[in-house]
DNA sequence: TAACATTATGTAATAATATAACATTAATAT
DNA sequence: ATATTAATGTTATATTATTACATAATGTTA
């Protein structure tokens, strides 16, 4: 039988925080996450922390590493966890996620002179959006 | 007059804390730093992150954002501060700053589909070094 | 040079991010 | 049923980074 697409049944925590973090329009950090789940029962960094590993591992959400903040995966259940790329506004803070095949082609056949092997890559870019180009 | 390569003079922490850097052979962490570096009267946090920060801004140094960590940049004083790329071992933890044009021109004329300019991007790339793959 | 502006420094306190350690419970597999 | 693995709850603590404020050094301009 060949690797299919495994469902993640969400836990009682991993499905509290990850509809949080789903609805939120904008990347959410860990301890705001916390705050806003405190009156579910869920009380301390480290249940917040755990989701958050377990959530990033099967790919339902995305850490942007210069933000230390997290969004939902928009790619339909995210197959890609481990190649990642965002665009960031650098004023007003939007990050969306970038999918697009020519990029992750280029990326994922990349070698470097060193001849090492990739098995993941996260691809930050910077700039202004639209909107805030226009100001 | 065309803009020139401007060569900044560092003040007395930032060579400090340069050199020390630049000496490493793995990316050095924030505190780390400061621990070293007591010796020559550099005592508190903000007075590496304020060293550390300048560094960056001008290229000397750059962060790897998913160890928070600094290295020297190798590419002859880099001009590149705004278009960084690293590979990354997940188990002995080397990194080595990536410079293949390829990579750069492809990255620096990447347009997403919301016609988002970016002025800037950072790519790090994870595996196995040659070292760690053989064993 | 004097005045002003800008950049860097020193120091203390605190905020924000993340993990260690340990006890317990729930879910899965044999 | 039993063993194993994964998830939870809780407390404490480690690590990373910034705020606030006072002072000193440096660069610019008149
Ligand atoms: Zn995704
Ligand atoms: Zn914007
Ligand atoms: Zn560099
Ligand atoms: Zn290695």
């Known amino acids: 039988m060949s690797k299919m697409h495994k469902e993640h049944t969400l836990t009682k925590n991993q499905q509290i925080i990850f509809d949080l973090i789903d609805k939120s329009p904008e990347p959410m950090k860990a301890y705001s996450i916390l705050f806003n789940v ?24 995305h850490k942007i590493e210069s933000r230390n903040a997290f969004i939902a995966c928009h790619n339909s259940s995210c197959q890609v966890a481990k190649a990642t790329a965002f665009s960031i506004c650098e004023i007003c803070e939007k990050v969306t996620e970038i999918s697009s095949t020519g990029l992750s082609k280029y ?29």
Not at 110 to 133: A, Q, W
């Open 38 to 61: 405190q009156k579910k029962g869920i009380n301390a960094p480290l249940q917040v922390y755990r989701a958050l590993d377990k959530l990033v591992e099967i790919g339902k959400i």
């Open 107 to 135: 990326l994922a056949n990349f070698k470097d002179k060193d001849g090492m092997k990739y098995s993941k890559y996260n691809l930050e870019f910077f700039g202004l959006c639209k909107k805030c180009t226009l100001k």
